[in-house]
């Protein structure tokens, strides 16, 4: 994992191989950075993508073992037990010749190629607070 | 639908049950901002969605009842007869084992989980107007 | 292609048969941009999509004539021989009844309504340069 910081926010390169999930928090951690938002692109394998059932209260996760290139990921930082937490979506498409796409919550992805993130702190303290009718801890605004 | 201001920009929280486009527009209009953009995390259902059929000079779009997950959403904010103007595209996914995508404009949608938005004001004043080969109401720059 | 500045980014609009890298090489380069990330939403056509095969070393595209709805689009800006280089991904939805996606690396589009892209120019230096492991040039950061 490399990065730049600019002005306004920071140019990460995440490596083949890296945990992106795990590295993204280490970064904001090592760096103060408790709230923020990103965009990716790149590639990443491994991959535990799913979706949450609002009638269960529980997420379904698959796991998909081969590349796929990352088409878009968004997400955001907040404050989770006073830690900077990483909620992150990705569409991703497979590495062959359909080029089809699936999306969703990414629990856990390992880099496959690179991952290029832009990431923005934001000056301002949010926290993630359990929603007990939703089942999630959501932005506690 | 909470929200908090930082220098940057303002992080926004759709809750369960808002209409997205509704309540982001009323956010503008409240909050003085006629031109932005901004992006999106979440789930959504109850969906209006769809495409501008340049040959027919018409949007077609299709009804999905159930949730999705917003993989990606992505917009601005404009001014359209002097009142700002939500344009929206997303990447929806199934909340089912396969994690399809389906993706385009987004006309009307409903938040079922949580909607975490980023939107930056823009220093600018940008309306659209209609541009009579394409039929629609694009950016005037 | 028409553009505003503000003091964040600028809002470009890329028209109708326009070529979508080269015209926003094209911006960068005349604006002194060489450093920067994208978003963007519209509808091309005419697309060459793919992905990077690691095994192969190589790119594999797939030709798109027709329309897509550019449901989401994010890349970046860095320096390649000195000059401003794109790396966009976007996912492409299909302009028919089922809105279903395709995505991956954007190596050719034009523009077939309209495109709406917000650049953010970054006050830094960054290059790309070439990984040997990867066979891709890569920010070197």
Redesign the interface.
């Known amino acids: 994992m ?8 920071h ?3 995440l490596e ?1 191989g890296e945990n992106v999930i795990e590295t993204l928090t280490a970064f904001c951690a090592e760096n103060n950075i408790s ?1 923020g ?1 990103f ?3 790149g ?1 990443v394998e491994r991959v535990k ?6 009638g269960k209260k529980e997420y ?1 996760f ?1 796991d998909e073992a081969g ?1 796929f ?8 930082v907040a404050l989770v037990d006073g830690k900077p937490f990483i ?9 062959d ?9 990414i629990k856990e992805a390992f880099v ?3 991952l ?1 993130i ?1 990431l ?1 702190p ?3 303290s ?1 926290s993630r607070k359990l ?1 007990g ?2 089942g ?1 801890k ?2 506690d ?1």
């Open positions: 490399k990065y730049k910081t600019t002005k306004q926010g140019v990460i390169k083949r709230v938002v965009q990716g692109i590639a993508i799913g979706y949450y059932d609002l379904f698959r590349v290139e990352v088409a878009s990921m968004q997400g955001n909620h992150a979506h990705a569409v991703l498409s497979r590495c010749a359909t080029c089809e796409c699936i999306g969703a919550h496959a190629v690179t290029e832009y923005t934001l000056d301002v949010i929603d009718d939703i999630l959501l932005l605004l």
